[in-house]
């Protein structure tokens, strides 16, 4: 089936502007995460959402970045006033969830993005 | 909160060896632990997993092993092949809190 999609693939922005991120969980699954990749890095943890709500949002580095997921599915990584150090891949994973039982997160191709 | 140490950043082994990677990680309440690879340009892709209830998972060429009382876990990849180059990342995860490791960059010389 399909996976988790990610668009845009690639974002070239202005220092100051604001973007928008998308992620397209594979259906069914309840639990989608958002995690921030810099190059020779992990990814880092900014945010989960179980269902429409942010369970975990203790990531997200400053009050610059928000996210949304309104229907449960689709959610959206919102960041203003972009900076040059907000450049880095935006990976998105999605996983079925159990409070109890951790599952596996299967991520997406991520959005690169570069502010200039 | 979690912190995932992983071991070495750099890996080069002629195809056909063994590559070992290890992570030792903070959380005694850890008990989810992926293991990622992740090639250039594309997102993390797991390939094994451990949980806190079992030492040892094997799959074909793949194993992670698990010592919860010492904190530390390690994937080992037997027969290495060309193919098996790319970034390969650990985790820990707390009931879906997930934290990575800084990467392995594992090279298959053929």
């Known amino acids: 089936g399909a996976g988790v999609s990610q668009t845009p693939s690639n974002k070239v922005t202005e220092k100051g502007k604001y973007v928008e991120l998308r992620c397209d969980p594979i259906s069914g699954h309840t639990a989608l995460y958002w995690y921030r990749q810099s190059l020779g890095q992990g990814p880092e943890f900014l945010i989960y959402f179980q269902g429409t709500g942010a369970a975990d949002d203790s990531g997200l580095p400053n009050d610059r970045f928000f996210a949304v997921r309104p229907e449960g599915s689709v959610s959206t990584l919102k960041i203003q006033r972009t900076e040059r150090g907000d450049s880095a891949v935006y990976l998105c994973a999605s996983s079925p969830w159990d409070r109890l039982i951790p599952y596996e997160q299967y991520f997406g191709p991520g959005t690169r993005l570069t502010v200039t | 909160g979690e912190n995932v140490e992983q071991h070495p950043s750099t890996l080069s082994v002629q195809e056909g060896d063994s590559a070992v990677i290890k992570c030792t990680y903070s959380d005694s309440a850890s008990n989810y632990f992926p293991w990622y690879k992740q090639e250039l340009g594309k997102g993390p892709q797991l390939i094994i997993d451990i949980r806190s209830n079992v030492g040892e998972k094997k799959d074909q060429r793949i194993a992670v092993t698990l010592n919860k009382t010492a904190k530390h876990f390690s994937l080992h990849i037997t027969e290495t092949q060309p193919e098996d180059s790319a970034v390969y990342f650990c985790?820990?995860?707390?009931?879906?809190?997930?934290?990575f490791g800084a990467g392995t960059r594992l090279t298959v010389k053929p």
């Open positions: 985790a820990a995860s707390t009931n879906n809190d997930m934290r």
